[in-house]
């Protein structure tokens, strides 16, 4: 039996013993895991490598040829790096794939479920020879996840993405890519600071993000999130409220107090319902229009997928290309 006739075999055992005991600890007399999922998943070759992991080190496939991604952040990744998963969940507020990535490059791709609740049998069916997620999302699915494919797990997601990513990269096999995207990155959050004034008219501008949520208060982003990387790296100014944020992540404020928000420039995105997540009722609240930033014509609609919900390089150029946009309008 060939190397890559035996590794097929392994993966099919895996896939069916996922879909057969729901994803519990299965396989245990299929021998360990190295003669199993992490020797030769896929690949062909037998070749591995080591990648450290949030869950310890864990061994993958050189070149791994099926992936499937449990999040948003890692589904950029993927595509930034010129992978197409076999597989992705999706988020619940949204139908399908984040509209910002190309449809050609998500065309294909099976939905494996709902983020927070991801089909296991589907992932299994995939037999994929690599799982990228992180801790915070998906811990206790982890023992589950492993007996299907090595899964690479982040700690968390969010704040430290550009991390996150040269984990992703290295999970891949695509190192060298990665730090092409980053070079290409940095030099286009260099061209955004120079289009708007330079370092000190960026400093001296500053910047809200404000996001409506179906469901809960109003949250205005603080320090420690994705998006305010982006504006960190354009140099931007960010409000007192911002550095006020619970763990960094948000302050959360009702409509009676979303004067607080006022910013030279906001922008403000909607998850879920407009009507329920109170956007409706405070922007046409006076308090809301009579905000510097409003009066102004300072306040910019932002799309909630690829602003908040997109984590990774190929949102952050479209974000940044939108902020210089925005920054610069006469």
Not at 231 to 242: F, H, M, N, T
């Amino acid at each position: 039996m060939t190397s890559q006739t035996s590794s097929a075999n392994r993966r099919r055992a895996l896939a069916a013993g996922a879909l057969a005991l729901g994803g519990t600890l299965a396989l245990s007399a299929c021998g360990s895991s190295d003669s199993g999922k992490n020797s030769d998943s896929g690949t062909g070759t037998g070749r591995t490598h080591v990648v450290r992991t949030a869950m310890g080190d864990v061994k993958v496939p050189v070149a791994p040829k099926r992936v499937v991604v449990l999040d948003t952040a890692e589904l950029d990744s993927a595509i930034t790096l010129g992978v197409k998963p076999v597989g992705s969940t999706h988020v619940e507020a949204s139908s399908g794939f984040p509209g910002y990535l190309p449809k050609d490059k998500v065309s294909g791709i099976k939905d494996v479920g709902e983020m927070l609740n991801p089909n296991m049998e589907a992932i299994a069916a995939l037999e994929p020879d690599v799982i990228l997620t992180s801790k915070i999302r998906h811990a206790a699915k982890y023992e589950q996840l492993k007996q299907i494919a090595p899964t690479v797990m982040t700690e968390n997601t969010g704040h430290p993405w550009k991390e996150n990513f040269q984990v992703h990269a290295d999970a891949l096999g695509k190192k060298a890519e990665a730090k092409k995207v980053v070079s290409a990155y940095d030099a286009h959050a260099e061209k955004v600071t120079t289009a708007v004034g330079g370092p000190a008219k960026a400093k001296a501008t500053e910047v809200n993000v404000v996001r409506f949520v179906e469901g809960a208060d109003i949250r205005i982003y603080g320090e420690q999130t994705y998006v305010a990387t982006l504006l960190d790296d354009v140099g931007l100014g960010r409000p007192a409220v911002a550095a006020k944020a619970k763990d960094g992540f948000s302050y959360d404020v009702s409509p009676e107090k979303i004067d607080l928000a006022d910013a030279d420039v906001i922008f403000r995105s909607t998850y879920g319902d407009p009507k329920k997540s109170k956007q409706t009722q405070t922007v046409g609240s006076s308090l809301w229009k009579n905000m510097d930033a409003v009066k102004k014509g300072n306040v910019h609609t932002v799309d909630d997928e690829l602003w908040i919900q997109g984590i990774g390089y190929t949102a952050a150029n479209k974000i940044l290309d939108e902020m210089q946009q925005a920054l610069t309008k006469k």
